[in-house]
């Protein structure tokens, strides 16, 4: 039995270990990329990425003026198109739906190809995935971009509010 007990012990060490290496080299990996795209606070906006996706929200999330003006990193993909990450400013927000207008620092620019029109967005509307969970000062928060584009396209985002 004492057998049986040392290698469960041994192999949950050694996965433990491996697992802990493998966060670290993702952390260091991801702050350096951060860091190349001069990206402020890095380490923050880590952990509320890590939180976002680990954690549930605490309580039930309010929004209001707290977050007007507020700056924001969103990171936006379009599936099979094209994605990127960019600093935002809060223009609005709505507490009864729990989107936010977010002017952008970098636009989101898709280039004409037969039937579909050239994109130039530089503001958009960030819905939540699930409003009542959407804990803006809490954690990251995944959810959509507006406007629509041509043929239902719609970007998928994970907005990290800073605070004030």
Known sequence: MSNVVAVALTTIGASALLMSGLVAI??????????????????????????G????????????????????WLSWDLRWVNSGET??????????SMDLYLDLEDPIVL???????????????????????????????????RPIL???LMATAEIVVYPS
């Open 53 to 72: 996706a680990i954690l549930p929200p605490t309580c039930s999330p309010t929004i209001g003026a707290e977050l007007d003006r507020r700056t924001g």
């Open 26 to 51: 993702n952390a260091v990996a991801e702050l350096r990329r951060l860091r190349a795209r001069h990206t402020p606070r890095p380490w923050f906006l880590i952990c509320r990425r890590v939180r």
């Open 87 to 96: 600093l935002v400013r809060v223009s609005q927000a709505i507490p009864e």
């Open 150 to 152: 041509a043929g239902g």
């Open 111 to 145: 280039a004409a190809t037969g039937d579909v029109p050239a994109v130039h967005l530089d503001r958009v509307r960030f819905v939540p995935r699930d409003p009542r969970k959407a804990a803006y000062n809490r954690s990251a928060v995944r959810g959509t971009l």
